[in-house]
């Protein structure tokens, strides 16, 4: 068996007297797309937030290429720069065009000299598509060119994992199409992937593995198929259940409109 | 005798600048320092910022300008009346400097800290590359009208016999029993100057803006 790339173990985050998450042991492999899905308010975006210690956690363990991350004084910076993290909100740096967007973290965070950083920052806007969109600022693009500049500024710092928190939730319906497409892309380049989202049609195409988060915890995991077709749980039936009630109600309503 | 007047009273026109131009940026280096580790510091330096501000905003800066200025020019620091003046004032408006630029370092957010630190920077990096340009900007509009005031505030170090504009239109005032002459032209001369550094702010914050549409 392969060795996974990335590992929580016990990992565990509770704020005050609320339990966020608990024990969460998850294993990821090389080139392997995980899509976490579960309710609101189940912890999944924080247990992204804690994989690449941006928010600290109050137990348990994450290991990187087998080693210890979570460990005392370990590099926190040097650590997330072999995460790559997208946002729900973009986030991408407001007063830097697309190109610097990306760019800023070869030259600021790698050293990179500048011609260099500038080729490797078009590669990868290149791949997302926006290549004539690089001199433009965040303000002049739309959700969906923000959203895929933002993934090519975490895919220049050649992250080992790319982690992608509710990357579609902030967007206009028909702009969530482009964003799906790029990730897609991304998953079959190999690239590892540990995503969190609504998108069942994504999570069915693309994911490797589900894993279905309630209330803190892990209630299953399973590839798309054994999920959707034959889940163990009942929680996981409803769930996916009411999730696609939901979508397909929006789509009703959209042909009532139209 | 217009003339005559103007001339002597825009002598000290070089002066209240001069005073302005101590004052304010040693304000903005000291406010923005104050500013940062109020947003970024922890909890007792955070604390301490925070009484830092709330004591120099709740004096009125004539009372602040005689107190500092006993210490500054005192046994100790020998300063002149000049440069005690104007550091003083500059130690005034650093407070509400402090307040211009906190509000501009939240309303940056703090996504945009995350972000960056995402990509592997180091909190520093992220305040010098990421924060602190979109801070700046933001914090013209209202740095602008604290530019204007210190620049009217510098008439306060005539109290400490530095002659500036007011103290020399004190001076003609007293001698030529031309009290409204005198005054009016100090008041044209502080508005000229106040008009005009207010016009070139909006022009500086009108360049650095961020474009939104294609």
Known sequence: MTNPI??????????????IFKDINLKVNEGETIVII?????????????????????????????????AKGHDEDKVRQ?????????????????????????TKVKKMPKDKAKEKAMEELNRVGLADRADHY???????????????????????????????????PELIGEVLGVMAKLAKDRMTMLVVTHE?????????????????????????????????HDRTREFLWKITELYGKKEKEKGARE | MLSNFFSYIVQGTAITIGVTLIALPFGLLLGLLMALI?????????????????LLRGVPPIVLLFILYFILSGKVINLTPFWAGSLSLGIVSSAYQMEILRGALLAVGGGQM????????????????????????????????????????????????VPEIL?????LSATTQQPFLAYGIAALIYFVLVFATNRALDYLSERTKLPTHP
């Open chain 2, 114 to 161: 995350t972000a960056a630190r995402a990509i592997g920077m180091s909190r520093l990096q992220a305040i010098q590359s990421i924060v602190l340009p979109q801070a700046l900007r933001l914090a013209i509009p209202p740095w602008s009208n604290e530019a204007s005031i210190v620049l009217k505030d510098s008439s306060l170090v005539y109290a400490l016999g």
């Open chain 1, 38 to 70: 579960g309710p609101s308010g189940t912890g999944k975006s924080t247990l992204l937030r804690c994989i690449n210690l941006l928010t600290s956690h109050n137990g348990g363990q994450v290991f990187l290429d087998n080693q210890e991350i979570t």
């Open chain 1, 82 to 106: 072999q995460i790559g993290m997208v946002f729900q909100n973009f986030l991408l740096f407001n007063h830097l065009t697309a190109l610097d967007n990306v760019m800023i973290g070869l």
């Open chain 1, 138 to 172: 965040p303000g002049q693009l739309s959700g969906g060119q923000q959203q895929r500049v933002a993934i090519a500024r975490a895919l220049a710092m050649d992250p080992r994992v790319m982690l992608f928190d509710e990357p579609t939730s902030a967007l206009d």
């Open chain 1, 200 to 232: 069942m049609g994504f999570a069915r195409e693309v994911a490797d593995r589900i894993v279905f988060m309630e209330k803190g915890s892990i209630v299953e995991e399973g590839s798309p198929d054994d999920l959707f077709y034959h889940p163990k």
């Open chain 1, 6 to 19: 990335l590992e929580t173990r016990n990992l565990t985050k509770i704020y005050g007297q609320n339990v």
């Open chain 2, 38 to 54: 109020h947003t970024y510091g922890g909890k007792i330096s955070n604390r301490l910022a925070a009484i830092y501000s709330l």
């Open chain 2, 167 to 171: 103290r020399r239109a004190q001076q």
